[in-house]
């Protein structure tokens, strides 16, 4: 039996002269092709470790589960977007619809970069998996992405919740100068000061900026009770080191942020000066479920020891709902149908138990509060307390 591709809706995307040239190549696929998943991640430059995280795990979850569904083999296809140039993440997810006819596009480290490639999804009819990007509104900017991931608002809500009941009254926040930074700023503001909290300032830095010192200068001539931070992945490890020589620890501002900022795979070398930090998200590698301890041994199995991160999670259940979707459409890959499969689907993550919403298509999981303490000779994020089945609050 076949399952026509409507090419003419695929063209579209590329228009003129690409488009027609396109057209030339008639793109129909059997039921015994493969389905293709275009994974679009940074494998190289600043955000190297996300799409590293993401392939890993992608990888991992086909040689536990195998390459076929409903009797279809699954074939990943691996894109390297250098993740900073949205117009290539654009241009990788075009040409991966319609010259290499992927089914399902996936991946997206950076928010700028899923906004990118949410048109191809929408004119293509192609189910999007953002794995990583957390800016809440991504999710709007197509009717045909779904997110195994998180967000920074689901993130960030909890933090300042724990902050104000555990008599933090006066904070600052610091975040990066982008989608999801912004997000979280706005969130913690109004969470915080709802629950009886004064902000001092709010303070956004450049995306990628090495030198904190004249920000955090200005934090510690505030004196606030804590400084809330987010960075992304890749940041923290810099941030948090400028924050300890500038001083601000010695004179008793606590630092409270978002688990980017500690993230998994980068606490062993960020080392002692993250003990004590309490910071909230959705997944932690010291998560002491029997899935995740067997997800964490396995991970750093294949991957030279490397321990897995939140963004990991986000690739392994993104092919987790990949294989099930495929598996209700008896493996048939009509983007209407695979995306039909994919609402409303639950399952127990590595991460605890999650659902895809049916009306959003975003993430519901519980957010964990956790401290970060010495565990056999290393820093982990320890979870001590937990907001369950948490939804987007929105900004």
Not at 103 to 119: E, M, N, R, V
Not at 126 to 140: F, G, R, Y
């Amino acid at each position: 039996m076949t399952h026509p591709v409507n090419v003419q809706r695929r063209h579209l995307i590329l228009g003129g002269a690409a488009a027609a040239t396109a057209s030339l190549v008639p793109m129909r696929s059997f039921a015994a092709d493969p389905v293709k998943v275009g994974l679009i991640v940074p494998m190289s430059g600043p955000f190297a470790s996300t799409g590293k995280q993401i392939a890993a795990a992608v990888s991992l979850y086909q040689k536990k589960y195998g390459d076929t569904v409903a009797g279809r083999k699954v074939e990943v296809i691996l894109k390297d977007d250098g993740g900073v140039a949205p117009d290539m993440t654009k241009r990788i997810a075009q040409e991966l619809v319609t010259r290499d006819g992927v089914q399902i596009l996936a991946g997206f480290g950076l928010t700028p970069l899923a906004f990118a490639a949410s048109p191809v999804a929408t004119q293509a009819k192609t189910p999007m998996v953002v794995m990583a990007a957390a800016t809440s509104v991504i999710v709007k900017r197509s009717p045909y992405i779904v997110r195994t991931g998180f967000t920074l608002p689901q993130v960030t809500a909890p933090m300042a919740d724990w902050a104000t009941k555990n008599n933090i009254k006066s904070a600052i926040t610091f975040v990066a100068d982008y989608g999801p930074g912004i997000d979280a700023e706005k969130v913690f503001v109004k969470q915080f000061t709802a629950g009886g909290g004064s902000i001092m300032h709010s303070i956004r830095t450049p995306l990628l900026n090495p030198d904190y010192a004249p920000f955090l200068k200005r934090v510690k001539d505030s004196k606030p009770e804590a400084l809330f931070v987010f960075v992304p992945s890749g940041e923290g490890a810099s941030l948090i080191k400028q924050f300890n020589e500038r001083g601000l620890a010695a004179e008793g501002i606590r630092l409270i942020c978002t688990g980017d900022v500690l993230d998994d795979d980068l606490m062993v070398s960020i080392g002692e000066v993250s003990k004590g930090i309490v910071s909230s998200h959705h997944y932690s590698a010291a998560h002491p479920s029997p899935e995740n301890k067997e997800y964490v041994a396995s991970f750093a199995r294949d991957n030279n020891g490397m321990r897995p991160n939140f963004h990991s999670v986000g690739g392994y259940d993104g092919m987790h709902l990949i294989y099930e979707a495929l598996k209700k459409t008896n493996g048939d890959a009509n983007g209407d149908k695979i995306l039909a499969a994919m609402k409303g689907a639950s399952w127990t993550s590595v991460r605890g138990p999650m659902t895809i919403d049916a009306e959003t298509r975003d993430v519901i999981q519980d957010i964990y509060i956790r401290k970060s303490e010495e565990v056999d000779g290393q820093m982990w994020n320890v979870e001590f307390d937990k907001i369950a089945q948490f939804k987007d609050p929105g900004v």
